[in-house]
T-cell receptor
Framework: AQKVTQAQTEISVVEKEDVTLDCVYE???????LFWYKQPPSGELVFLIR??????QNEISGRYSWNFQKSTSSFNFTITASQVVDSAVYFC????????????FGTGTRLQVFP | DAGITQSPRYKITETGRQVTLMCHQT?????MFWYRQDLGHGLRLIYY???????DKGEVPDGYVVSRSKTENFPLTLESATRSQTSVYFC?????????FGPGTRLTVL
């Protein structure tokens, strides 16, 4: 069965600190997709990244980076030099290639960045 | 380019009443989804639709009804609202194996 675990319920940091949000997943499929979404205080869900299971290259986008490790079934998200605008709830999600319309979400990590 | 719109954005209703949440997309994507978001549960899939007139149950379908007569619209109906259906509801569409979400509807059932 598919499952996504975000063990960190809430993280608080001070601006300019680096912070890593953990995501651990379970799936029996060999082909799958992993996602991160951001939900700022305004409430909308913003797509950040999609990674397929065949691509283990880490990705960097500005201050955001993602570390995908199949060996540990993890897809962690790091924000470098955090800013107050990064304050949000971040969701990790998984879908299997055979059924990409079934997106399984973790319970989310609330990140608070204080000035 | 509105993408996905949901209406109403906020709704307060009473137990036992019928409520319909609307979802409209401007992209003509085949797949559409309804999720509910509750504290401690993340987002859970209620129903989804692969095309007009094709719908299927998700993880938590009980108490909800959907229809999809047109590709661009995917309404969600609570036939007899209960307090446990107080939640934030998100509609989404799928493109290139990625789901994109509407702004959400906050529903309170008193």
């Amino acid at each position: 069965a598919q499952k996504v675990t975000q063990a960190q319920t809430e993280i608080s940091v001070v601006e300019k600190e680096d912070v890593t949000l953990d995501c651990v997943y379970e799936t029996r499929d060999t082909t799958y997709y992993l996602f991160w979404y951001k939900q700022p205080p305004s409430g909308e869900l913003v797509f950040l990244i999609r990674r397929n299971s065949f691509d283990e290259q880490n990705e960097i986008s500005g201050r955001y980076s993602w570390n995908f490790q199949k060996s540990t079934s993890s897809f962690n998200f790091t924000i470098t030099a955090s800013q107050v605008v990064d304050s949000a709830v971040y969701f990790c999600a998984l879908s299997e290639a055979v059924n990409t319309d079934k997106l399984i979400f973790g319970t989310g990590t609330r990140l608070q960045v204080f000035p | 380019d509105a993408g996905i719109t949901q209406s109403p954005r906020y709704k307060i209703t009473e137990t036992g009443r019928q409520v319909t949440l609307m979802c409209h997309q401007t992209w003509s994507h085949s797949y559409m989804f309804w999720y509910r978001q509750d504290l401690g549960h993340g987002l859970r899939l209620i129903y989804y639709s692969a095309a007009a007139d094709i719908t299927d149950k998700g993880e938590v379908p009980d108490g909800y009804v959907v229809s999809r007569s047109k590709t661009e619209n995917f309404p969600l109906t609570l036939e007899s609202a209960t307090r446990s259906q107080t939640s934030v509801y998100f509609c989404a569409t799928s493109f290139a194996d990625t789901q994109y979400f509407g702004p959400g509807t906050r529903l309170t059932v008193l």
